[in-house]
């Protein structure tokens, strides 16, 4: 039996925060691939995220 590949919900242009991070700001989503998303945050710059181990919180 096949799984099916995790894929993110979220999209490019997402605003988001780490919840682990929120000193890090509001960033971007800049691309979401399979479960690996990458995200521009103004104070700790481009971050790529597994979407599987965290999970981001959508701000808008």
Do not use: C, Y
């Amino acid at each position: 039996m096949a799984t099916i590949p995790f894929r993110s919900f979220l999209v490019p242009g997402q605003l988001v925060s780490h919840p682990d991070h929120p000193e890090w700001g509001e960033g971007q989503v800049q691309s979401a691939i399979g479960k690996r998303v990458t995200v521009m945050f103004p104070h700790a710059g481009k971050v790529a995220v597994d979407a599987t181990v965290v999970q981001l919180n959508v701000l808008s």
